[in-house]
């Protein structure tokens, strides 16, 4: 029976519909499920680039919130780079003061250091060269940081997984403990950024986070703003993929189908009691293996905090990549919208925090994984470079 001729709600329960896909971006491969020239910027870069080229190719497959790559790279003053948050790759819904954003920005930081470092050239990271953006202002359009090119800096071996790294969304081994001194190890990472750093193993409560999480999400999903801005910044199918290079990608014929032909409509909000809901939710099952939790977090939540616990998540995030083990944030309950405060401040509770002095800056999954996982999406180096007109 070809798909056409089955009843919708049947065909829909057999392949999934609606928010399943959203949830789950797809299942670990060993090969990529995504259009070659997508990923194309994972492939190695030739050693005698453009030093800034270089770095940039390096910077853009930073970890970033949705995959919205928040970057303009204005190179218009030789030997700097400066990095202007891209206004039009925001989230104003589920990270509303810019946030989770100036963490991806973090991240690109710390990997063009790191690649500028390989090539034998320090930086000097200054950041908010123009001023820092308000508490609750988005960052859009902001100087994030002024990278200036000097002579003589050593190699660091986190380089080498910069091309390794993956945010790996699928099952871990839960069985399988990660050892103190790894956790040590990803801990001082993020110390050597200033970061606060911890872990979290404990039986008892690495259930109650795992109950966190998934109210966590269920919010996110069932909140029809926060909801609708991730499926505007999906890309269903190998030409969407292609085309954006960005956002959640959602590989594969089926998805690309059914919504060519109605059957799964991203805008459909998970409605309370829906089967729609039911399958995002059983979609999150991976989400809650793993051996523990590991966290960043700052006094306050200064703008300078955020980028540095950006830095910081990369390293400890390439050094997990070195140690064999996988990272994955999931930062629902990290979020600032109204509907999330609940959760919000239980998170930063059983971590320690009191949620009105401390900031809990990221929050993610640690284990190791049961298949690979392939690189995501990247834009081309070329559509970074600024200024925007
Ligand atoms: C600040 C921040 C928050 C993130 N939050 C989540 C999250 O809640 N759930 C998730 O699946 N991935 C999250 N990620 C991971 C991104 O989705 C991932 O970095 C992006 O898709 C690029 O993929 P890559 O890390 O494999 O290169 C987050 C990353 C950052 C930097």
Redesign the pocket.
Known sequence: MTPHLLPRRRFIALVGGGAVFAAA?LAGCSSSPYPAAAVGAWEPVAPDTDLRRWMLAHAL???????RQPWVADLRRDGEITLVCDAARLLPETDPFGR?VL??CG?FVELAVLAAAERGVRVDVQAFPDGEPGARELPGGRAVARLVLKAGAARDPLFAQIRR?????GEYDSARAVAAADWAALAACAGERGVQAGAVTDAPRVAELRALTREAYRIEITTDRTYLESAHLMRVGASEIERHRDGISIPGAMPALMSAIGLFDRFEVPRAGSANLQRAMDRWAP?ETGSGYFWLASRGNGRRAQVDS?RA?VRAHLQATALGLEM?????ALQEFAEMRGPYEALHRVLGFDPAADTVQ?F?RVGHAKAP?A??PRRPLDDLVGPRA
């Open positions: 971006p497959l930073a970890p970033n919130p949705h995959n989770q963490i991806g991240a790294r993956h945010t790996h969304k989400f950006g998540w994955h944030p999931l930062s629902q990221m993610g996982w690189g995501t």
